[in-house]
């Protein structure tokens, strides 16, 4: 069965500081995987995803993303954050398998602090 | 294009009543699937719809049902509703031979 976890329940950093909020996954087989950040009272907006090729992934609004197969990890990355960054960040995985549905980890509140 | 909608966007409703929340998703997109959000929970996947057929189901009660009508447009039900079904229902889209959902605002359903 799939799973994604989110270590920390919330992250706090400075504004202009790097900002890093992690994601681990298991899943028997090759994962596609995802990032969507979601502010109060909206639905998930997408930022970015890996399917393939460069484990280094960039997307919306600075963000960006590194899959380590070894670790399996997807930590999503930005190197100066913004007090409009803060928001629920939720990591999600989906099985390269026609028909798999989505599975989302709990979410990681991210707090960036003026 | 006009992204994911979804009505009502809020919703109070007593135990043991019904609900119909419905999704119309962004033009073109075939693939519809349902999420229930709650504090406690998370994004719990309740199903996927495509070309008017559930194509995965979640681990839910026979209570949440689905369908999808020939425009793909989507509705999901819950009969006899527990106080537990209160939470944020999300409705999210995808084209063909893509994998990233487009999500809508969420219908929040409150029972009493």
């Known amino acids: 069965a799939q799973s994604v976890a989110q270590p920390e329940d919330q992250v706090n950093v400075a504004e202009g500081n790097p900002l890093t909020v992690k994601c681990t996954y298991s899943?028997?087989?090759?994962?596609?995987l995802f990032w969507y950040v979601q502010y109060p009272n909206r639905g998930l907006q997408f930022l970015l995803k890996y399917i393939t090729g460069d484990n280094l992934v960039k997307g919306s609004y600075g963000f960006e993303a590194e899959f380590n197969k070894s670790q399996t990890s997807f930590h999503l990355k930005k190197p100066s954050a913004l007090v409009s960054d803060s928001a629920l960040y939720f990591c999600?995985?989906?099985?390269?398998?026609?028909?798999?549905?989505?599975?989302f980890g709990p979410g990681t509140r991210l707090s960036v602090l003026p | 294009k006009a992204g994911v909608t979804q009505t009502p966007r809020y919703l109070i409703k007593t135990r043991g009543q019904q609900v119909t929340l419905s999704c119309s998703p962004i033009?073109?997109?075939?693939?519809v699937s349902w999420y229930q959000q709650t504090p406690g929970q998370g994004l719990q996947f309740l199903f996927e719809y495509f070309s008017e057929t559930q194509r995965n189901k979640g681990n839910f009660p026979g209570r949440f049902s689905g369908r999808q009508f020939s425009n793909s447009r989507s509705e999901m039900n819950v009969s006899t509703l527990e106080l537990g079904d209160s939470a944020l229902y999300l409705c999210a889209s995808r084209p063909d031979r893509v994998e990233t959902q487009y999500f809508g605002p969420g219908t929040r359903l409150l029972v009493l």
């Open positions: 033009s073109g997109h075939r693939s």
């Open positions: 999600a995985v989906r099985l390269e398998v026609y028909g798999q549905n989505f599975v």
């Open positions: 899943v028997s087989g090759n994962p596609y």
